[in-house]
């Protein structure tokens, strides 16, 4: 009986093995996902799973020793390592890449992404799309390098320091772009450039070119002119948005001498400036619309249910501006805290706006409207919010710790997760309910 026993333990034993893991003995989802053998082992990471093939939430998955490289610091995987997260051609290791901005192609399932790199006044442009399956990425447009130097991406004038691109309601791409310039008598100075960008086939022209009387400008006001170029508000380099409904574009001006702040609407065709909203001195007395001044360059541009959203970096103010008057209304300023930063997304699924870009953090925040109520998601963990019951656990895993800076966020409306340019190369995509987040391309 004795060996029949043993047989029959053994036969027990293997198939033990070969049973799928129990759902409540791991932290994911889907146990069988590329990274399912290294679950993260605290009771809160099985109940909230995640949905990704990674856990970045538990220490030996993010160690730099022993971790998975979809949950290391993306500098440290691709400049250190030499290595690559998903397939494609990568700027990791472009001198001073940055991720800038972008948005998602839901009809196509990718992320388009603008890039810049090499120093600001040699700065260089370059057009990314992220698939949103497997992340593997190509190249669109601009300029890359290989072993001999830079090269061309598709026909057409080429980028400087690309910070945005967006898609018009005609099919095109709109890329905005900063020109550094000498500011003399013959040159009408620094300032943004705006293009057009085939999508099939990536062809460059230029649509607008800031402060150059060819094009449509707005006015300084300024009794005293030395210089062709102060006849014409001073655009700042951090703001974009393309309107779905004429495709016109929304950019930014900032300076006390040379127009006051505010914002302007250059037309589809490039021909025509005016302003949404202005406020601050100049020699004109010209103000357009009611609320509060607009204090040092405005960061950001978002539109959404009519309304365009900004943030002010002199009094770390949110504001709502109603572009067919002009008024200026705060709905978020430094109390509470957080202050406003860069990047706004709605989130019409858990009611908030999301809100990202502060300087030397990789803070992000959710905030109701119409409330003081905002979620820091790597402070405000354990769901004790009603408003934000479906948040239950603070932000871990390579989101958790490096700074975001300017880097742009997306929200995939799809899949209600975040994705962020991180640490100026790296895609990184974040789920709010179970505080996992993980590297997805670079």
Not at 111 to 135: C, P, R
Not at 245 to 255: H, L, P
Not at 296 to 311: C, D, E, Q, R, V
Request: charged share 25%; hydrophobic share 30%; proline share 5%.
């Amino acid at each position: 009986m004795l060996p029949m026993l043993k047989k029959i333990i053994s036969l027990s034993f293997i198939g033990l093995l070969a049973l799928p893991v129990l759902a409540n003995d791991t932290s994911y989802i889907n146990p069988g996902v590329k990274y399912g053998d290294r679950s993260c082992p605290l009771k809160q990471h099985k109940k909230y799973k995640t949905a990704f093939d990674a856990d970045c939430r538990c220490g030996h998955n993010s160690s730099k020793s022993t971790g998975l490289e979809e949950c290391m610091r993306p500098t440290e995987v691709a400049l250190n390592r030499g290595s690559q997260v998903a397939e494609g051609p990568s700027f990791s290791t472009y001198h001073n890449a940055h991720i800038s901005g972008g948005f998602i192609d839901y009809e196509n399932n990718e992320l388009i992404a603008s890039v810049y790199w090499d120093n600001s006044k040699d700065a260089k442009g370059l057009v990314v799309a992220y698939n949103l399956d497997d992340w593997s990425r190509r190249f669109i447009s601009g300029e890359a390098q290989d072993e001999y130097g830079p090269m061309a991406i598709a026909e057409g004038p080429n980028f400087h320091l690309l910070k945005d691109i967006q898609p018009g309601p005609d099919g095109n791409w709109y890329a905005f772009n900063y020109v550094y310039r000498k500011n003399t008598k013959e040159s009408f100075g620094s300032g943004p450039v705006i293009y057009k960008v085939n999508p099939k086939d990536g062809k460059r022209s230029i649509v607008w070119e800031a402060r150059n009387g060819k094009y449509g400008q707005c006015p300084s006001g300024r009794k005293s002119i030395k210089r062709e170029s102060q006849k014409y508000v001073q655009y700042t380099q951090e703001v974009f948005a393309v309107d779905p409904k004429d495709g016109s574009y929304v950019v930014s001006f900032n300076n006390s001498k040379m127009g006051g702040t505010g914002f302007a609407r250059i037309s589809k065709d490039g021909a025509k400036c005016d302003f949404i909203s202005l406020s601050g001195k100049r020699d004109d007395g010209l103000k357009v619309g009611r609320g509060f001044d607009m204090r040092g360059p405005m960061l950001g541009a978002y539109l959404h249910n009519g309304k365009l959203y900004t943030h002010s970096t002199g009094e770390k103010t949110l504001f709502e501006i109603d572009p067919k008057t002009g008024n200026r209304k705060a709905v978020m300023k430094k109390s509470p805290k957080p202050q406003a930063w860069r990047h706004v997304q709605w989130d019409e699924k858990r009611n908030v706006f999301w809100i990202s870009g502060k300087m030397n953090s990789a803070m992000v925040t959710a905030w109701e409207p119409g409330s003081k109520k905002v979620l820091i998601t790597d402070k405000s963990c354990s769901g004790k919010d009603a408003w934000a019951s479906w948040f239950t656990m603070c932000k871990e895993g390579p989101l958790a710790t490096l700074t975001l800076n300017y880097g742009p966020m997306w929200l995939n409306k799809k899949t209600g997760t975040l994705l962020f340019g991180y640490d100026s190369i790296g895609i990184v995509e974040y789920e709010p309910e179970t505080g996992n987040s993980i590297n997805r391309s670079f």
